[in-house]
């Protein structure tokens, strides 16, 4: 059985980025690192949700997951 991640990246190969999304998700939940911060923020601003996008970057700081300098995950 192929890994969230694994399916995450093969949905968006697919342009199916709202099932790209919920594996992202899951991967997460799972074990939630900066990459996977930033593949949330990157799909959910992909499908136009920059709120979302947002509320997930408020939450990696306010849980110390991403430091405060680490702009380069927001798009301008």
Not at 48 to 70: C, D, H
Request: hydrophobic residues 35%; negative net charge; contains cysteine.
């Amino acid at each position: 059985m192929f890994g969230s991640s694994t399916l995450a990246k093969i949905a968006k190969q697919c342009n199916t980025l709202a099932k790209a999304l919920y594996y992202w998700e899951k991967e997460f939940e799972n074990s939630p690192s900066p990459e996977t911060i930033e593949l949330l923020v990157q799909t959910n601003y992909d499908l136009n949700q920059p709120e979302a996008a947002e509320g997930i970057l408020a939450f990696a700081r306010k849980n110390t997951m991403i430091e405060e300098n680490e702009e380069n995950l927001e798009k301008s």
